[in-house]
């Protein structure tokens, strides 16, 4: 099965049931006319992201990671009127592409974008949050999973992106960010906090996977 069919299945299931539109295609666009690094989720996973928390009634949303706020996008779309997300990004370029494409897709009002290290900024950050996620450097994964917990009310989802990586999350002798995930699922093993499990995908982005973990 090669990469090329995964990313046919998913333009299929994209044209199908997913959506995209105007706001999501300027999104993209300006995030590469800008030179940003192509790492958005996909339409599939903002999808996913934007069903999950739209189905637990979210009215608050921590993401650490923003990016061009393509999955701030999608994320803010499934808050009432009266919800927030707060997205931390440590590159203020990043952060400007983001407030812009945000803006244009009218969610300003909805969407705190913070620029600074995600470690210096989560300790100032108010709880508690419906649902989180966490797409940032992975080296950090396993203090930002722990900031996440400590702010999340209980039923909270929170969701951490790519726990695979073509698979090099079981390699032990894997680079700083393989360890980063490997220190997750091993803070994991041993948390009672939380309820969790990891989904393997393959698609858009190749072969990579989300892990999920609901707060008891
Ligand atoms: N969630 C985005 C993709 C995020 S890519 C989307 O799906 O659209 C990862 C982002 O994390 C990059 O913009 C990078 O600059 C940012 N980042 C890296 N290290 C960080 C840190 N220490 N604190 C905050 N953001 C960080
Ligand atoms: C890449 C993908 C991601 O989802 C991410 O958060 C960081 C990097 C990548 O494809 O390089
Ligand atoms: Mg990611």
């Known amino acids: 099965m090669t990469e090329r069919r995964w990313k046919e299945v998913d333009t299929y299931f994209v044209d199908k049931i997913v959506g995209m539109d105007d706001a999501?295609?300027?999104?993209?666009?300006?995030?590469?006319?800008a030179g940003l690094p192509q790492a958005a989720v996909s339409p599939a996973?903002?999808?996913?992201?934007?069903?999950?928390?739209?189905?637990?009634?979210?009215k608050r949303i921590l993401e650490v990671g923003t990016l061009g706020g393509y999955s701030a996008i999608w994320l803010a779309r499934a808050l009432?009127?009266?919800?927030?997300?707060?997205?931390?990004?440590?590159?203020?370029?990043?952060?400007?592409?983001?407030q812009t494409s945000v803006a244009?897709?009218?969610?300003?009002?909805?969407?705190?974008?913070?620029?600074?290290?995600?470690?210096?900024?989560?300790?100032?950050?108010?709880?508690p949050f419906d649902?989180?996620?966490?797409?940032?450097?992975?080296?950090?994964?396993p203090a930002y999973f722990e900031h996440a917990l400590r702010l999340s009310r209980k039923g909270a989802i929170i969701i951490v992106d790519n726990v695979v990586r073509g698979g090099a999350v079981t390699d032990p002798n894997g680079g700083s960010?393989?360890?980063?995930?490997?220190?997750?699922?091993?803070?994991?093993?041993?948390?009672?906090?939380?309820?969790?499990?990891?989904?393997?995908?393959?698609?858009?982005?190749?072969?990579?996977?989300?892990?999920?973990?609901?707060?008891?």
Do not use: W
Not at 45 to 58: E, F, N, T, V
Not at 105 to 127: Q, S
Not at 131 to 141: G, L, P, R, T, V
């Open 80 to 98: 009432p009127p009266d919800g927030k997300l707060v997205t931390l990004e440590i590159d203020p370029k990043h952060a400007k592409v983001a």
């Open 45 to 58: 996973q903002g999808k996913m992201l934007h069903l999950m928390a739209k189905s637990i009634g979210a």
């Open 104 to 127: 244009a897709a009218g969610l300003a009002k909805l969407v705190e974008i913070r620029t600074g290290a995600a470690l210096d900024l989560l300790p100032d950050v108010k709880g």
């Open 177 to 216: 960010q393989v360890q980063g995930v490997r220190r997750l699922f091993d803070k994991l093993a041993n948390e009672t906090r939380v309820s969790a499990t990891a989904i393997q995908t393959v698609g858009d982005k190749g072969y990579d996977g989300f892990l999920m973990a609901v707060v008891n």
């Open 24 to 33: 999501l295609d300027q999104c993209l666009r300006e995030a590469e006319a």
């Open 131 to 141: 649902f989180s996620f966490i797409d940032a450097d992975k080296e950090n994964n």
